[in-house]
């Protein structure tokens, strides 16, 4: 069977707002300007027969460990006229850090969708997990690695632009504990799309950890509102949730084994591809983090879908 899935690309009516928007909408409040302050409900998006492979093994000699890539969930909306300097700032990082940075934009901005716009962005999925994460505030609102930097009592950083640089390059530095693979077939018949995670520990880790898996995708050409612009109708968002594969609080890696050097967790999931996502500007995003004594994502993998 294939999961439920949550479409971004529903029509958006340049009257009103969906009625899931609407119910958020009406239930939060302002705080002067630069931010909204909004909190989403709590959703259970368990999946039913979610994966077709999942086994571990241990394989040795272990293997060294990769680079550090860091992940960064940008909480957005095309309404929210000061969310395009944190796309800004986090795309200037992707460009000086190739390859070490992964980027989930989830649209749950309690304005959208533009009314002027083609589509609405928003997702389930992103407000749950804005929620899972401790609540969006304000805006920008970002989380780096899900870590709790010092200085802080949140995971979710509001307003914090101008830090992005050196808390990601403090993350960069880091040794992750296990390395992470990604591979995907495509099946034309079905339009399912078929992804194998392969995870590699290389230091023994006694936390629990959990494994998520997302969908971006790039390239979309839309409407934003732009502080000191207005409305720009032909801006580029990348990044884009899609969908989150998994629930919102990861698929558990088994707590009965040892994750220690060679333990090895092999996982294949299965995804229809849904109107309109294209395929050729999507991405797959998977991250190992942990769950109970803190939600730090450990290392992330991405793969582009051609």
Known sequence: MIMKINSKYQKAPSFLLSPFSLFLALGSWFLVLPSCKEVGPDINLEPEDLTLIDTTYIELPAETPQNKVVLIEDFTGATCPNCPEATAKIEELEDANPGRIAVVAAFNYDSDPHPEGAYSFLTDEAYALATYLGGTIAWPATAIDRKIFAGHTDIILINE????????????????????????????????????????????????????????????????????????????HNSVLDTLVTPVTGFTLDNAVEKSPGRVFEKEFKVKIQEPWKRENMTIVAFVHNFIDNKQVLQTATLEID
């Open 161 to 236: 632009v101008d830090n992005y640089a050196g808390l990601v390059a403090e993350q960069l530095t880091e040794t992750p504990p296990c390395n992470i693979y990604l591979s995907y077939t495509f099946d034309d018949v079905l339009n399912e799309l078929r992804i194998k995670v392969t995870i590699k520990y290389t230091t023994t880790v006694s936390a629990e950890n959990h494994l998520s898996l997302a969908l971006t995708e790039s390239g979309i050409i839309d409407y934003q509102t732009v502080s000191g612009v207005g409305e720009v109708e032909d801006y580029e």
